[in-house]
Every structure is written in structure tokens, then in C-alpha cells.
């Protein structure tokens, strides 16, 4: 499989990586328009740097494209890639509104192609865990689910377009919200309505919510107390719980770690089991986060190719992408309005 990458920075260093780190992908080029951006995205990997990306997709150039630019630019080339027949992975979010995502999912279907969401926060090995508990049933069903994420909010933006919301779409809930949104649908599946208190009095970016509280009622009959959050002064801390009656199970990064607690029966005696994760915390240490979100890109990448041959996979489809993106913007009309706000109805064939 051969790919393109189209942005080359932060994160497009380590999505470059993760491609020439699996055994069947060989990175053809990476374009960005930035001095220096496409050579140090390329360094090692053996693509070409090139500042255009006007003529990579043209022909068997290559298989599939992984965007990572800026959020204004996601739709315009993802379609550009859909239409000349490739496969796409895009950074999250999908597309700063629901009616670019909802573009991008038909123009994905008339093509025939693939577009995967990177919601890398899947692969993290305690939430991939927590996955596996809930799905084997070892806590029973989920009755109810918390979940938090969080930074110090503007401290961390090196650029308007990640904050602004003509730019970002939104504040929190398009940011971090947007994984932990994610999150939420892979354990327990879809939402199909949102309670929100949400508030920008702490950054003062207009149309952006620092911080959204928000009760989601899942189609399962899961409750959910969620929060996204740019006033975590602690610092960057994701974490969720699930409980249902036969115990409950934790997942947490920053640090990495599980908590699971089963029980035979509601107030029967318990069992606990926790997981820290030393290697990672180690190799964190010593070489930096950089590693933990560089694993779970390349985790991801797997999953996308599993997703482009049809098979069963871990990976984020645009539908999860767009529903993300659907889920944010109810929690803002909801903090709005004051009132509760329904989600329309899962199409049956969701991909
Ligand atoms: N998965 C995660 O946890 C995570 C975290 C942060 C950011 N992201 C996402 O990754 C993407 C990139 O974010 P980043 O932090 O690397 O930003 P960045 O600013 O470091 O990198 C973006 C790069 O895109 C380049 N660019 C701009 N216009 C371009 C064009 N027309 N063609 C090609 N390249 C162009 C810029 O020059 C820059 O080098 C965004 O979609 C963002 O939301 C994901």
C-alpha cells in the first residue's frame, strides 16, 4: 500500500512514522507548504518532501492518503483524494461541520472508498482494554458511563485555527471532546440524545465552549455524565468509567493505568484488578509522550488497512467521524437552549 501525506507537522511526523514502521506501506511523499515541514515529516522514511500536493494523487502515484492539516483544510482534500480514487485516513476531527462531514461520507461511498477518522485515543492500551472488558461482558451491561477530558486550553494552541471556531468548529467539544465523544460510541455504542451546560467564561473565545457538561442517553439505555474541559489546570487527563452490575471498570491516560472491580451479583464480594503500564510510563520517561500517541497511530494504521480490505476492524469509520462532529454541535445547542436535544436515528447501513 503505498501513501501520501498531506501536512507534515506535529502530528504529521508521527503519522509518517507510523507508516514506514508497517511492514506492508512504503510513504511515497509528504507535502507541506512550511520551510522545512515536508523534510523534517520525510527524514528517515525515505518519501520525498515536496511544498505542493497538487500533482501526488494523480494516477497509481499512490494507494491512500493521510491528511493532517490544518481543520479548514480536511474536506477540500479529502475530496480531492476521493475523487481521484484513493483511500483516505484524516486527522481528527472529520470536518469542522456536519454538513462537510456529510459530504465527505457520500462522496466516500460514490468512490467507493475508504475514509477512516484518527481517533488514535482508541488504541491507547487502557481504553483497548476497557473495550475488551465491556465486550466480554465481565462487568455485565453498562448501566452507566463517566467520562472526562481535559487540558489547560488555550496554554496549549500554537495556532487560531485549533481553537477559533469559524476555524475549529468549536471549542472543547471539537478538541478533546471529540475523542472522548468517540470513546463513549466505541464502548457502548450510539447516543441518542444530549443534556448540556456548557460556558466560554474562562478563555473568552467567542462561539468556542472552554468547558461542556453534558448527559448523554445512549440507544443501549447506558447513561452518560461527560465532561470536555480546556479548564483542567491539572493538566492533559483523559479518563472513563463503566458500570454495570456485575462491577466496573476504569481506563485512564495520563498516566496509563485500569481499574476493574467485578462482582457475581450487585453487592456480592468483589474483586479488584489494576493495570499501570510500567514500559509505557517508562519509555515515556524517557524518551517523551511522543511514543504512546506514535504506537497507537501505528495500531490505527493496521485497523485502516483492515478497514480498506473489508474486514472487521478497531478503526473509526466517517460515520463515527460525522456522529462525533453531530454530538458536539447538539452539546452546544443544547447549552444554548437550555433544554435537551435528540440526535437523528442511526441509518441502518452507518459506515
Ligand atoms: N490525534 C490527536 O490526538 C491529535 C492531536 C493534535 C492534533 N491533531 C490533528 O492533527 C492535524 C494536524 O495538527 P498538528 O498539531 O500537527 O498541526 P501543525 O500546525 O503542527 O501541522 C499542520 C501542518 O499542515 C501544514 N499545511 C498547511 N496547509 C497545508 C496544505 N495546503 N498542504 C499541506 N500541508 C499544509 C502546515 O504547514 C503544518 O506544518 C489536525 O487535524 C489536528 O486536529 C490530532
Aim: glycine residues 10%; charged residues 25%.
Amino acid at each position: 500500500m503505498k501513501f501520501v501525506q498531506i501536512g507534515g507537522g506535529v502530528i504529521g511526523e508521527m503519522r509518517a512514522r507510523s507508516v514506514v514502521a508497517h511492514p506492508d506501506c512504503t510513504l511515497v511523499a509528504v507535502a507541506d507548504p512550511a520551510p522545512g515541514a515536508a523534510e523534517r515529516a520525510a527524514a528517515g522514511t525515505g518519501a520525498r518532501a515536496v511544498s505542493d500536493a497538487a500533482a501526488l494523487f494523480e494516477g497509481a502515484h499512490c494507494d491512500a492518503v493521510i491528511v493532517s492539516t490544518p481543520l479548514p483544510l480536511h474536506e477540500k482534500i479529502i475530496l480531492e483524494a476521493l475523487a481521484a480514487g484513493k483511500h483516505v485516513l484524516v486527522e481528527k476531527p472529520l470536518a469542522t461541520t456536519l454538513d462537510a462531514c456529510a459530504r465527505i461520507r457520500e462522496a466516500a461511498r460514490e468512490a467507493g472508498r475508504t475514509v477512516a477518522v484518527g481517533f488514535n485515543h482508541r488504541f491507547y492500551p487502557s481504553f483497548l482494554y476497557m473495550k475488551r472488558v465491556i465486550d466480554e461482558g465481565r462487568i455485565g451491561r453498562v448501566d452507566s458511563v463517566r467520562v472526562l477530558g481535559g487540558h489547560d486550553g488555550l496554554a496549549n494552541f500554537r495556532e487560531e485555527w485549533m481553537y477559533k471556531a469559524e476555524m475549529s468548529g468549536g471549542g472543547a467539544m471539537m478538541d478533546i471532546g471529540i475523542h472522548m465523544t468517540d470513546l463513549v460510541r466505541f464502548m457502548v455504542g450510539e447516543i441518542e440524545s444530549v443534556f448540556a451546560s456548557t460556558g466560554n467564561r474562562v478563555w473568552n473565545v467567542e462561539r468556542s465552549e472552554d468547558r461542556a457538561h453534558v448527559l448523554m442517553q445512549a440507544v443501549s439505555g447506558a447513561s452518560v455524565s461527560y465532561e470536555a474541559t480546556w479548564n483542567e489546570w491539572k493538566g492533559y487527563e483523559v479518563w472513563m468509567e463503566a458500570y454495570g452490575e456485575r462491577g466496573m471498570v476504569r481506563a485512564q491516560y495520563g498516566p496509563m493505568s485500569n481499574l476493574l472491580i467485578t462482582q457475581s451479583r450487585p453487592g456480592a464480594a468483589r474483586k479488584k484488578e489494576r493495570n499501570f503500564y510500567p514500559a509505557v510510563a517508562l519509555r515515556e520517561k524517557l524518551v517523551g509522550w511522543q511514543t504512546t500517541a506514535q504506537r497507537s497511530f501505528e495500531d490505527e494504521l493496521a485497523q485502516f488497512l483492515l478497514q480498506i480490505a473489508g474486514e472487521r476492524s478497531l478503526g473509526a469509520s466517517a460515520w463515527d467521524g460525522l456522529r462525533a462532529v453531530e454530538i458536539a454541535n447538539a452539546t452546544v445547542a443544547s447549552g444554548e437552549r437550555g433544554e435537551p436535544v435528540r440526535l437523528a436515528a442511526a441509518p441502518e447501513t452507518a459506515g
